[in-house]
């Protein structure tokens, strides 16, 4: 035999032998790397959203007992985790960095620990979370700090880097249990611009929720391939809402949308409307889509039940799916939960207690549905002596907010303003003015036909029947009354005999000059408004979205509670006055109505 030959063979037999010897450890890797899956598996998904800061069974605003909080929460979390045979997911839907006093404290004031929700949130386990725009609303500062806290991942595919055009928190996340695959899709309201000034989410733009999705859908199936699909889309439901269609870019409630349009959901977990859904429907492609979401404030959980079979034939996974909204009033706050937070609870306790200054008399949200009030015309008044502004705009956020007589608390300022808005100065013209409060009066007011027809305008079925709230005692209004603005510093009436557009004659300045049409004021508002929220600027004075930011002269840099808090404190002693600057016309068709109204309302007399 060829020597040459001879050394061939015997090299390719000594290779073989080698990898005979290791074959057995090639093939233990391989089965390692190939985890079986499971042929049946149940999982539940616990979904919180609009959480809005209730993390304790406790009104700080009232100082009160609720029946609603993560405490709660907790409570049930740990119940369902102790059940053998399912897997349990814990998933946040955004809005939990504003609303009540507990997270305002973490986000403003006690700034140098951990963020309150981020040792609540990482206490509780959860799996996964999606920001919302509330939690943007906190700014910079406030979400970097506890995106970094966070133990899990903030999503928002559609919130995009402007500098990397990557997405600026982590575009999705990927569950896995014994070698099953859950992938989890965070999308955000794409309407952000429409509401914050920009400094407050500098760096990032946000895409149409229905664009994203497609895209990102396609990312996860061919480097995941998940076995089950999770949506968790900080956005509502009702496309059509404030005037919106389907086909309308970055629409502000996409996620029923994208269950629609985008093939590859399972479950589509919502929030931002406050709603609370549990129905499924059909997606183009003819599967079947679960649409949930909560409430707000930890009242409820959304839950989803799946039950996974695996078909042998085709090695996925045949899906049982249902939902449900689960109430927490009913289970007792996790006592190793109220254990842990105990310090901080009391440390936010003591600061809601600190006076600020007096009322000498009371002063009511409910008022201000019903035209001029006291409640209003404090925040007007505070407004121009802030800004030193010609006009201002104010619409109540509280529904049901009470201050009373005596003795102010830093807790009074979060029922005087709900939300962590900055106050604006802007430059509109005398027209523009008119036409901002004809808008503002085709939202609220009803076209009265005659003194027994209703002054409000409610929401009505296709009859054109008053809809019933699901309380079954009061009625809905058609638009949401933080859409009611009324101004100061001018003198004028809204006619209800006239037809919408033609109802706001604006009489004079409220020191008695004439008020032109054609001159140019200074208006003091808030920055929701400013940014276009509510479309008073937009729909109503006709300024183009893109031009808004021109019209601003002037931002305070903090928001406008604290400035309430501190002109409050400077003058210690504060005596609440309506000033009657505007009048509902004609006035026994007004009082007439308002009495018909008031209890349809809040269902007193």
Known sequence: MNFKIYQRQNFMFSKLKNFLALLPIILILASCQQVQKPESFKIKIIETSDVHGAIFPFDFKDDKPTENS????????????????QLVILLDNGDILQGDPMVYYSNFEKTNEPHICSQVMNYMGYDAATIGNHDIEAGHPVYDKLNAEFKFPWLAANAVDVKSGKPYFKPYFVIEKDGLKIAVLGLITPAIPKWLPEKIYAGMEFEDMIESAKKWVKIINENEKPDVLIGLFHAGVEYNYNGQQAETAFNENASKLVAEQVPGFDVVFVGHDHHGWNESLKNWAGNEVLILGTTSRAYDVAVANIDLKLHKTTGHYEKTMSGEIVEMKNLSPDPEFMAQFQPAFEEVKKYVYRPIGSFTESISSKDALFGDSKFIDLIHQIQLEITGADISFVAPLSFDSQINEGEIYVRDMFKLYKFENLLYTMELGGQEIKDYLEYSCSLWFNEMKDENDHLIKFRTDSLGNPQKSANGKTLMLENAFYNFDSGEGILYTVDLQ????????????????????????KVAVNSYRGNGGGNHLTAGSKIRSELLKDRILNSTEKDLRFYLMKWIEEKGTVTPQKNDNWKILPENWFEKGKEKDYPLLFGIN
């Open 498 to 521: 006239n037809q919408t557009g033609e109802r706001v004659s604006i009489i004079s300045m409220a020191d008695g000059s004439p008020f032109d049409l054609n001159k140019k004021y």
């Open 70 to 85: 993560l405490a709660r929460v907790m409570t049930f979390v740990r119940d369902e985790r102790a059940k053998p045979g």
